[in-house]
């Protein structure tokens, strides 16, 4: 997982190399209150299993039930859904009721590798410490039906 702090939605492409950015190798980012104007851009790879069939959809593997901080999801270059809302009119909410975002079909096939990034902002003011890559990055892709049903 490589992430990078600022903001420029050319980091969602999936063909962008991000080689050049920071690599979590110690399961911690630091937390992006800290850096310039609290973004932050987090990205990985997620295989998908081949014997995936029906729609599919991605979900965190693990969020929080209090207030996080608003993000957008993005799958293989497009926009899948996301939390709150984004600078210039930033809202903060509290847990949504769902955090299983459909994928249109076609963008991910089963037996393939996904890229997924995520467009995180802190607002000013926020003290986190250094985040947990397993708390709030990761995700997983699989079939709608299953993630919805173990959601509830």
């Not at 957008?72 to 949504?96: C, D, F, S, T, Y």
């Not at 249109?104 to 096939?109: A, D, F, T």
């Not at 995180?120 to 990761?138: A, D, N, Q, T």
């Amino acid at each position: 997982m490589r992430y990078q702090y600022g903001d420029d939605l050319k980091w969602s492409d999936p063909k962008f190399d991000d080689a050049a950015w920071p690599e979590a190798k110690d399961g911690k980012i630091p937390s992006p209150a800290f850096n310039g104007d609290g973004y932050l851009w987090v990205r990985y790879r997620i295989p998908v299993a081949a014997d995936y069939r029906g729609p599919l959809a991605v979900t965190p593997l693990k969020y929080a039930n209090a207030a996080i901080p608003p993000y957008e999801i993005w799958v293989n270059g497009q926009n899948v859904g996301g939390h709150g809302k984004l600078p210039p009119r930033p809202l903060v909410m509290a847990r949504p009721g769902t955090l299983v975002f459909d994928l249109p079909n076609g963008l991910v096939e089963p037996g393939s590798t996904a890229m997924v990034a995520r467009r995180i902002w802190v607002p000013p003011g926020w003290r986190l410490s250094p985040w947990e890559i397993k708390k709030y990055f990761l995700a997983e892709i699989g079939p709608r039906d299953f993630l919805q049903l173990r959601e509830r």
